[in-house]
């Protein structure tokens, strides 16, 4: 028999990060676009993301169509990487007149690219890119290459170049909460053991 879950954050009742999530207003636009296979993950970040800001919704799918995510009154801008893609500080200028909708793919780099194969439209968007050289914050995961972040921290990175001077890093507090609840769970034996780098 499952644990009762909280039905907004979708946590058990007795790990609740409710309390921790802000409500952040912001000029920008966030489409959380997800692949279904992560609706289950553990820490479903992209779920927390839209959770902590007024202006975000999460849609979860493998096919988007145009209707379903262009926008009156914003410039949609994917956030993946791609030959073309330009900084967020460029972004950031490109929608000065008018706000800009982040798209963003939340699932593995595999997932999200099929997420793209399966949408031209919006595979065919402008690209925004993080900087280079960030480190996660996500100590029990193995990122798949330097600057590989969790889909929370990508939003927040972006948000805080988009919209500056606000910062949106309080959206990283039920994140944070979340994986230090795991490694107290796995101990901190086990967890050094196996997540400590050298």
Same mark, same amino acid.
């Given at each position: 028999m499952s &644990?009762?879950r909280c039905?907004?954050?979708?946590?058990?009742?007795?790990?609740?990060?409710?309390?921790l999530i802000?409500r952040?207003?912001? &000029?920008?636009l966030?489409l959380?676009?997800q692949?279904p296979?992560?609706?289950?993950?553990?820490?479903n970040t992209a779920?927390?993301a839209?959770?902590?800001?007024?202006?975000?919704?999460l849609r979860?799918?493998?096919?988007?169509?145009?209707q379903?995510?262009q &926008?009156?009154?914003?410039?949609?801008?994917?956030?993946?990487p791609?030959?073309?893609?330009r900084s967020?500080?460029?972004?950031a200028?490109a929608c000065?007149?008018q706000?800009?909708q982040?798209?963003?793919p939340?699932?593995?780099w595999?997932?999200? =690219?099929?997420?793209?194969?399966?949408?031209p439209?919006?595979?065919?968007l402008?690209r925004?890119?993080?900087p280079a050289?960030?480190?996660?914050?996500?100590?029990? &995961?193995?990122?798949p290459?330097d600057?590989?972040?969790?889909?929370?921290?990508?939003v927040?990175q972006?948000?805080n170049?988009?919209?500056?001077p606000r910062d949106?890093?309080?959206?990283?507090?039920p994140?944070d909460?979340?994986?230090?609840?795991?490694?107290a769970?796995?101990?901190a034996?086990t967890?050094?053991r196996n997540?400590? =780098?050298?």
């Amino acid at each position: 028999m499952s &644990r009762p879950r909280c039905a907004r954050c979708e946590r058990p009742l007795g790990h609740c990060l409710c309390a921790l999530i802000p409500r952040l207003a912001s &000029r920008t636009l966030v489409l959380l676009l997800q692949h279904p296979s992560e609706t289950g993950h553990a820490l479903n970040t992209a779920r927390l993301a839209a959770l902590g800001l007024e202006n975000a919704e999460l849609r979860v799918g493998e096919r988007f169509p145009p209707q379903s995510w262009q &926008r009156d009154g914003y410039q949609s801008w994917l956030l993946f990487p791609g030959e073309q893609a330009r900084s967020l500080s460029e972004v950031a200028q490109a929608c000065a007149e008018q706000p800009c909708q982040l798209i963003v793919p939340d699932g593995t780099w595999r997932k999200a =690219r099929k997420l793209l194969h399966l949408n031209p439209e919006l595979a065919a968007l402008p690209r925004a890119v993080l900087p280079a050289g960030l480190s996660s914050r996500y100590r029990l &995961r193995k990122a798949p290459a330097d600057g590989a972040l969790s889909t929370i921290e990508a939003v927040v990175q972006a948000l805080n170049v988009l919209d500056a001077p606000r910062d949106f890093d309080e959206l990283l507090k039920p994140f944070d909460a979340l994986i230090d609840g795991q490694i107290a769970a796995m101990g901190a034996e086990t967890f050094q053991r196996n997540h400590q =780098r050298p």
